[in-house]
């Protein structure tokens, strides 16, 4: 299918599939088919910000700093329970089994569990909000207390929220929790309080192997656009149509 | 109209009235600025405090161990990777208490540990366990800032 | 917290890590079960105004009353398990209409001002006026109150009463659908969940909905039969079997249809669904509900339709196969609630449920709300006692 041609494409990936879907629809001679509805969706005001955000699962040492780094920044219980960011270790074996672990989330790093010669391959997933464009979650608040922000983060608002947990059961991804203290839901804001003020999001500022950047969608200068560019970048759960803005480099087909 | 009906529609208005005026009392200010939530609520986010202060804080003062770092293995690490979050201290040096200075196989070990999972270009691994035994910890020898200036 | 360590160590494979907790505990599966009995009691109710069906006659105002008494207490589990209960009249406020839960609130109060209350209202005005003035001390200023200062009672204005009573009731058959269904869209529209995530989902608890209200108006009609020692209506209760046997087989027949399209298709969740259910519910599923709550209800229903034991005979198992359906209906919106939860988002594992006993949470708190609406029912039989009615 051209492969090259179609990295020279803007946003590829998005489009990919609508591209062809496109085609096909043109060529019976229908109206002219818009691809955004099969793409992550679009901002109103493609002038102002919209975040997503790339992560490189081949760069991915599984320090599990990130999740570390996200609870001490965001003042998250140490409970093993309530986690904005956490990293998995996926592990296929030679017999065809997979394992998945993420002891206490990674925050405490990873052992090998599984001895090298019965591994097929092994490999580590950094999972976190992927700030979805068509979100199942704000779509279920049936009060309007968590919402997608006109940057593209679905934030609470922990004042409003009532706790009754319908977008913790929403959520396809597992990314939110009902906090013990605020009785809340509670998720990754994107270090909102951060970006705000010029910094990097906490688990980006201390990944070690840079595996993970977050950026503008319509910035066609900037980094995430370039790593969307570069990479043929995969979403967890394509088939759910929740427009995930987390994009993932090296996303292997176990992936849950 | 039926004598029912001539208590009953009063009694219903009455009670679409009075939720009306609660609603208009309860439903917060900025609700519904930008969409259907309250606006107020992202300044809320915004302002809470920052715990990681971000390299560029820690070199103002850390010239020296800045360029350290920058001339070996560890370049492009950010100080708090290690060092946990310092943004207290960044605003009064006297306040160390978040303070990190781990030197340990087991904290070096979360990077460098041996892992099938973890690529060799990405990173450079040992056996923490076999690794030279007669020394105790990594920064025995390594010096984090410079990691190739192996101490005697 | 203590109780979420036990779990962590009972996790079988893999779960994301916020999935160890349960959100939905016991007092959402009495949210739908109780929504249920309001709606089937209702419906069973409107069989005999507006579809005519003369012979349920007895159990006419029972049936009203009952959905009364549960629907009152059908919100209390929801608002006492909010992490905010204070803050339950936001939906009220800024309902936010693309959440299936939104409207929760104004269905529900539509359905308890316009539909219920009215509908009893108009059904015993007439008694009311003339219970204010034969009765005395707090009892008559009840019903002086109740009378809402209507005291007409002429032949012109019972009429009326009867009037838009029907309208009501027609009005009502609809909004008890809306009521129950809507409950089961809340569940059949979350994509994110394969055990939830079924268009038949509204249908089904609708049938159950009405399977279980219809058998709870059984149980009620013998057991207040035998409390005040009088004759039980056996046309009546036939009749009530007869639609419990038919709305008993279109839920059977659509929840399987349910499972059979899910085993065919084999969608991407259909092996940690069937670990499900050959596991964590083979007892609520396939015991409780599938063969106690549904088949041998199913069969003793059916067997009278073949051949109509003696009265001896069939009240005991009326009884019986009531009481099942109750108990079996319960434990569908277990499997539902409790279900969907078990297994991981990431279909690679399952977290663990055990009900404890104290607390909000607990067991003796699910059965207080259990309790609560047939204390309510035995208020309102107190003050508005059907079998007290004039006649006409």
């Not at chain 1, 040492?61 to 965001?74: D, H, Q, S, T, V």
């Not at chain 1, 904005?84 to 990873?110: A, C, H, L």
């Not at chain 3, 209960?85 to 001002?113: C, D, K, N, Q």
Request: net charge neutral.
């Amino acid at each position: 299918m051209g492969d090259k041609r179609m990295k020279d494409s803007r946003r590829n990936f998005i489009k990919r599939t609508a591209a062809l879907a496109g085609t096909i629809l043109a060529t019976s001679a229908l109206k002219p088919f818009s691809a955004v509805i099969f793409a992550t969706g679009k901002p109103e005001d493609p002038s102002k910000p919209w975040y997503g955000i790339g992560i490189d699962i081949e760069k991915c040492i599984g320090c599990g700093m990130c999740a570390k780094a996200c609870k001490l920044e965001n003042d998250i219980s140490q409970e093993p329970f309530y986690f904005r960011s956490w990293v998995e270790q996926y592990t296929i074996r030679t017999d065809g089994t997979i394992k998945v672990e993420s002891p206490n989330g990674g925050i405490d790093g990873f052992t090998q569990s599984v001895p090298d010669e019965e591994i097929y391959k092994t490999f580590f997933v950094p999972k976190m909000c992927n700030h979805c464009a068509k979100s199942p979650c704000t779509q279920v608040c049936p009060v309007g207390a968590t919402y997608e922000s006109p940057e593209g983060i679905a934030l609470v608002d922990e004042k409003y929220c009532m706790g009754c947990s319908y977008c913790v059961q929403a959520c396809p991804y597992g990314c939110r929790y009902l906090h013990p203290e605020t009785k809340t839901a509670d998720k990754c804001t994107l270090c909102y309080h951060r970006i705000t003020k010029g910094l990097q999001p906490a688990c980006m500022e201390v990944c070690p192997t840079h595996a993970r950047i977050y950026g503008d969608l319509n910035d066609t200068e900037g980094e995430l656009y370039k790593f969307l560019k570069e990479h043929n970048c995969q979403i967890l759960k394509p088939h759910l149509n929740t427009g995930s803005k987390l994009f993932y480099n090296g996303l292997s087909s176990e992936v849950r | 109209m039926p004598v029912q009906l001539k208590t009953l529609l009063p009694l219903f208005a009455l009670f679409i009235l009075l939720f009306l005026i609660a609603r208009h009392f309860l439903i917060p200010e900025s609700f519904g600025k930008y969409g259907h939530y309250r606006a107020d609520s992202m300044d809320e986010i915004a302002v809470l405090p920052i715990h990681y202060a971000g390299k560029s804080v820690c070199i103002e003062c850390h010239d020296t161990e800045a360029e350290m770092l920058e001339s070996d293995q560890h370049a492009g690490l950010s100080c708090e990777i290690c060092h946990g979050p310092n943004a207290k201290h960044a605003d009064d040096y006297d306040v160390k208490e978040f303070l990190v200075k781990d030197g340990s196989r087991i904290f070096c070990g979360r990077c460098h540990a041996v892992n099938a999972a973890r690529k060799l270009e990405n990173v450079i691994q040992v056996d923490v366990v076999e690794h030279h035994p007669e020394k105790e910890n990594c920064t025995d020898c390594h010096n984090p800032h410079a990691v190739w200036e192996i101490k005697e | 917290m203590e109780h979420l360590y036990d779990i962590l160590n009972q996790v079988d494979g893999y779960i994301y890590p916020n999935e160890i907790a349960l959100q939905w505990g016991i007092l959402i599966v009495l949210y739908p079960y109780i929504t249920g009995l309001v709606a089937g009691a209702f419906i069973l109710a409107s069989l005999e105004r507006v579809f005519k069906v003369k012979v349920l006659r007895p159990t006419y105002h029972l049936a009203l009353l009952t959905a009364l008494a549960f629907l009152l207490v059908a919100g209390l589990p929801l608002i006492s398990h909010l992490g905010h209960p204070l803050r339950a009249y936001e939906i009220l406020m800024t309902p936010h209409f693309s959440s299936a839960m939104a409207i929760f609130g104004f269905v529900y109060l539509w359905y308890l001002m316009a539909v219920l209350l009215l509908e009893i209202w108009f059904d015993y005005r007439r008694d009311l006026v003339i219970w204010s003035q034969q009765s005395t001390g707090i009892k008559r200023r009840i019903y002086k109150i109740l009378t809402l200062g209507v005291t007409d009672i002429s032949p012109k204005a019972l009429e009326w009463d009867e009037k838009l009573g029907y309208i009501i009731t027609v009005i009502g058959v609809p909004s008890a659908f809306l009521l129950h269904g809507y409950v089961g869209f809340i569940f059949g529209s979350i994509k994110a969940n394969p055990w939830w995530s079924t268009v038949m989902m509204p249908v089904i608890f609708l049938l159950s909905a009405m399977v279980s209200g219809i058998a709870l108006v059984m149980f009620m009609y013998m057991v207040i039969s035998r409390i005040r020692k009088v004759k039980i209506d056996m046309a009546c209760l036939d009749e009530i079997g007869k639609f419990l046997f038919l709305v008993l087989i279109l839920d059977f027949t659509l929840e399987s249809l349910d499972q059979v399209h899910r085993i065919y298709e084999a969608e991407e969740s259909f092996e940690i669904l069937h670990l499900l259910v050959t596991g964590k519910l083979t007892y609520t599923l396939l015991i409780f509900q599938g063969l106690m709550g549904t088949v041998i209800p199913l069969l003793i229903l059916g067997f009278f339709r073949i051949s109509l034991p003696e009265e001896k005979v069939r009240k005991p198992l009326y009884f019986l196969a009531s009481s099942l359906v109750l108990f079996g209906v319960f434990f569908m919106r277990w499997n539902v609630v409790i279900g969907g939860q078990l297994f991981s988002k990431s279909f690679l594992g399952f977290t663990s449920f055990k009900l404890g006993m104290v607390g909000l949470e607990g067991f003796w708190m699910a059965l207080f709300w259990m309790i609560l609406p047939f204390m309510i029912l035995s208020l309102l039989l107190w003050l508005l006692p059907p079998w007290k009615k004039q006649l006409g």
